[in-house]
DNA sequence: CGTTTCATTGAGTGCGATCAAGCCGTGTGG
DNA sequence: CCACACGGCTTGATCGCACTCAATGAAACG
């Protein structure tokens, strides 16, 4: 893990949205290896991250060992906003991984960029809220093949282009998803026999039919 | 459905947390009977509510008609915050109910008392990201039973008191659950015969082992 | 080339859904 | 006051989807 402090004259700092700059100009870089720790649940949370390259995944466990994956970040996407003090998940690298952080409580000293950041900071806390609303619909209401048909959709959607890698192995998509690892895969291997995506590896696909994939994600 | 405008003057309104006062002295009254719509899916967010007596759920359709329930909402919670321009949602009174609003683009006239609600409607949403992340390891990776026991005791902890009255019905529970009625009441049933609970009525229950339902529920 | 890790496939099981009665409290009209 | 209907809840029987257990296949790595 390598740490690189930015020195950028923060009155210069133009207005960003989140995605295209966000924290980047401000903040302090580090690197993470595949599968390292970024924080754990539990910590004290007076960072937010934002991802410059790679992905990244929060998960949590149930006592009894169960994995539960909140969300799946990706560059330009704020992660680490809580309410309160602490980290509800923890956050891992999903393979060799850039992230940029600020320290929030720090940002009232910032003048007018401090500002832009809080705003920045509400502003994705409120779109993460959105997403994990999706998320609980995917899970409570949608059978095994919706859910995988909806996750291969936002992903593709998330990437734009026609050939999409995923960054993610099917044990996280399972605990992403609610599934095992056995039922992702029977999915995948049933939405390619019926023409709706092809796999050309195991971590890269193309959608071939959209609309019958996302009348099937729809549910 | 009932209105009514209060007249007090926001400069003396002292500072107030989010379940104590919160919007209540600000904002506009209003009731609505049992079933009845607060706000549909898809309609302008321009709104803020909080509930001042009864109960309020948030529903959402699949194009096949599945219903999910998003949250249950009591007196002093704050709910209608959404990340875009539209609710994602539609709300519905449970039961005779009475909220307030205000109207958020106007908050910023209101000076320090306006900015004091803005800030209770930021941490409103961060808290309702908790909620809502809680609620995604329910759904993702409880069995049937550690549901029920969950829901069971998130509501008796939220209104404190030996004896619970569940403002919703079976079918309610349900959809927030993501199970059927039948095997809600199924569990139910079981929960009692263990003597983990007790039902007076069907909408009147006591726990009796807290720490056996709690461990049940933990997963 | 052997080892390890990850993904796929197959067989069998079980949990929760579905379909179908029955039960019970509540309200209504005779 | 009882007869009846209605809606919400419970219970039973059966089904099917997704899980479990197990084996095989396919990459990645030393």
């Not at 997403?131 to 959709?153: I, N, P, W, Y």
């Not at 890698?165 to 992702?184: F, H």
Request: proline share 2%.
């Amino acid at each position: 893990m390598t740490t690189q402090r930015l020195n950028i004259d923060l009155s210069t700092v133009t207005p960003a949205q989140i995605g295209e700059a966000g924290l980047i100009p401000c903040g302090v870089r580090m690197r993470f290896a595949a599968g390292e720790e970024i924080y754990a649940q539990e910590e004290e949370a007076d960072l937010i991250y934002q991802v410059v390259s790679g992905a990244v995944r929060t998960t949590r466990l149930t006592s009894d060992g169960r994995r539960h994956i909140g969300d799946f970040y990706y560059p330009g996407d704020l992660f680490g906003m809580e309410a309160g003090p602490e980290h509800r998940y923890s956050a891992e690298a999903l393979g060799e991984c850039e992230v940029v952080f600020v320290k929030r409580a720090a940002l009232k000293h910032y003048g007018a960029d401090g500002d832009r950041l809080e705003r920045i900071i509400w502003v994705a806390t409120a779109q993460q809220l959105a997403r994990t609303q999706d998320h609980l619909m995917l899970l409570g209401r949608k059978s095994a093949c919706e859910k995988v048909a909806s996750f291969l959709l936002d992903i593709a959607n998330r990437f734009g282009g026609d050939l999409t890698t995923l960054p993610m192995g099917r044990q996280d998509m399972a605990d992403y998803l609610g599934l095992t690892i056995e039922t992702v895969s029977r999915m995948l291997t049933q939405l390619q026999a019926e023409g709706l995506v092809e796999f050309r590896a195991c971590r890269q696909f193309r959608i071939l039919r959209r609309g019958a994939l996302a009348r099937l994600a729809a549910g």
